[in-house]
């Protein structure tokens, strides 16, 4: 985890109208730091910190997709019964 003592010495921007958040924390995933950001002057918190990074968790509402095998078997089942529906079309058809 980051040592937050870095964080809390840094000095408040000041507001500029027109600015929606002067500071920032930017967190770089190729070099794991983290940087607090003043009108986009980068500073590194520590070069040796390491942020414990967790990927967003999906959310509940959001369904995951079908997976393979299953649509694997429903594509089997389209392709059996169109097949057997056509079967059945053509022999009916023919017998008129």
Do not use: W
Not at 23 to 48: C, D, E, G, M, W
Not at 87 to 93: E, G, I, K, P, R
């Amino acid at each position: 985890m980051v040592d937050l003592e870095p964080i809390l010495t840094l000095p408040r921007p000041k507001r500029v109208v027109g600015q929606r958040s002067p500071a920032r924390f930017i967190y770089n995933y190729h070099h794991s730091q983290l940087y607090y950001s003043i009108n986009h002057n980068l500073t590194v918190i520590h070069p040796k910190a390491r942020v414990a990074y967790s990927p967003p968790t999906p959310s509940p509402h959001v369904k995951s997709p079908p997976s393979l095998f299953l649509s694997f078997i429903f594509f089997f089942f389209l392709v059996s019964y169109s097949f057997f529906f056509l079967l059945f079309v053509s022999f009916f058809c023919l017998n008129n």
